[in-house]
């Protein structure tokens, strides 16, 4: 029996099939129901009352949110993440890094990130994308882990202004952070374009386009 699994039984946490995995430092929210075979990856997580299908396997940390239906024999990649109430049907195989919204999927829009701190603002790079983003020096140290936080799960497109192709040059920092602040100008408008979702079918996930490239 998994550690995991001993845990949840000593501290009163759901039970499942014995044929279940369980990796390092998974979280298991209340009231989710797993079928035979599941794998979970190391620090996956599923939210509360979310039902998972038979045979399911999912990567290091993946993580779905709260009443999520996942299929039978779903393939979740590494660091992807599922909305709360998000139906994924039976075969679907979601890539590393995927945002699942009820609307569709994200390409590449979660991972493991780096942030780099310039005068004026961070630099931030990770598998779905680069940002540079103006701070103040009244903003909290964890912000900009706030921010990357919220643009994974998809509460928040407010680093998509930020988009960028590399970190600025010393010389170029001034300008790059007061042509980013006019991009989160129109942003907050809500004149700034979001990403295209890819949409989910019946019968599983369709790779129609999306367009990940930075902004110009």
Do not use: N, Y
Not at 32 to 50: A, F, H, T, Y
């Amino acid at each position: 029996m998994r550690a995991g699994r001993v845990l949840s039984r000593l501290f009163g946490g759901p039970r499942h099939p014995r044929s279940v995995t369980v990796g390092t430092w998974t979280r298991i929210g209340e009231g989710v129901i797993l079928g035979e075979r599941v794998q979970l990856g190391d620090w996956s997580q599923v939210g509360d009352r979310s039902r998972i299908g038979p045979d399911s396997v999912f990567g290091p940390w993946a993580r779905v949110g709260a009443d999520v239906t996942i299929g039978a024999r779903v393939r979740l990649g590494s660091h992807t993440r599922v909305q709360d109430g998000v139906t994924v049907p039976d075969d679907a195989v979601l890539g590393d890094g995927d945002l699942v919204t009820p609307d569709g999927i994200i390409p590449d829009r979660c991972g493991g990130f780096t942030t780099t701190i310039l005068r004026g603002g961070a630099f931030i790079s990770g598998p779905f994308g680069k940002f540079l983003v103006p701070l103040e020096e009244s903003d909290p140290d964890e912000l900009t882990d706030q921010m990357v936080d919220d643009h994974q799960w998809g509460r928040s497109d407010a680093l998509e202004p930020c988009r960028c192709f590399r970190p600025p040059r010393p010389e170029e920092e001034e300008p790059a952070f007061r042509a980013v602040r006019s991009r989160q100008k129109l942003h907050r408008l809500g004149l700034w374009p979001r990403p295209a979702p890819v949409l989910i079918e019946p019968g599983g996930i369709s790779p129609e386009e999306s367009d990940p490239s930075p902004a110009p």
